[in-house]
């Protein structure tokens, strides 16, 4: 299933940039991975948000890849045009700003600076195979519910793995992190499940 929508668990998606800027400042290469990105409405609201937190110099240095099982999806998030109807949760200021209209009737195309930063590879978590390491941030978000506990356990290893130290890994709101990988992060605050890794990679 991938259902999805613009500006879904804003709360999580706003700790989770907040902290990985904080911790990125200065930095001239930037990654972030989002997991199960399903047609692009997650990773583009996180993309907007960082636009805004990172302004327009720093917004240059990231890389965001998208991945999802679908590899479809890859088509729609490179073109990044929805019908209105979808972009309707999309607060004023944003959607003025990183919208413009498509040249379908009552279609909107997300902007080309903000594309342009949006790599999408068709990706299978349950493959444990990282897309890279060094990621500041990593999002995955409704994803890991549909898996058997053990195959969790294993992907946020992997995510661990892939994260650089101190970076930042945000989940879903039901989700809590298993034991045995509770010690591998630190919960940044205490109302999202938003985490900094903790230890270095063995
Ligand atoms: C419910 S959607 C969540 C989308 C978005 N993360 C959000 O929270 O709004 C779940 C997405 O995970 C993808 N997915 C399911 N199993 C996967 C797997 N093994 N590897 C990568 N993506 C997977 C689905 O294709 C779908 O797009």
Redesign the pocket.
């Known amino acids: 299933?991938?259902?999805?929508?613009f500006f879904?668990?804003l709360p999580t998606l706003e700790t989770a940039v907040q902290h990985m800027v904080a911790q990125t400042m200065g930095r001239s290469r930037i990654r972030v991975w989002?997991?199960?990105?399903?047609k692009g409405?997650?990773v583009y609201t996180l993309a907007m948000l960082l636009a805004e937190k990172m302004g327009y110099f720093s917004f240059q240095n990231l890389r965001i890849d998208a991945?999802?099982?679908?590899a479809e999806?890859g088509e729609i998030i490179q073109r990044g045009i929805y019908p209105k109807g979808d972009l309707e949760r999309i607060p004023k200021h944003f959607f003025d700003r990183y919208f413009q209209p498509a040249e379908q009737e009552g279609h909107f195309q997300v902007i080309e600076p903000i594309r342009r930063r949006i790599t999408f590879t068709h990706?299978?978590?349950?493959t444990l195979k990282p897309i890279g390491e060094g990621i500041s941030l990593i999002v995955?978000?409704?994803?890991l519910l549909?898996f058997q506990p053990a195959e969790r356990v294993q992907v946020f290893k992997m995510f661990h793995h892939s994260l650089s130290a101190d970076s930042i890994l945000a989940n879903?709101n039901t989700q809590k992190l298993p034991g045995e990988i509770v010690p591998l992060f630190h919960q940044v605050a205490s109302d999202t499940q938003v985490y900094r890794k903790a230890q270095p990679n063995a």
């Open positions: 299933m991938a259902f999805s929508f879904r668990d989002v997991a199960g990105s399903a409405q997650e991945t999802d099982i679908e999806f990706h299978d978590l349950l995955c978000k409704n994803v549909h879903e």
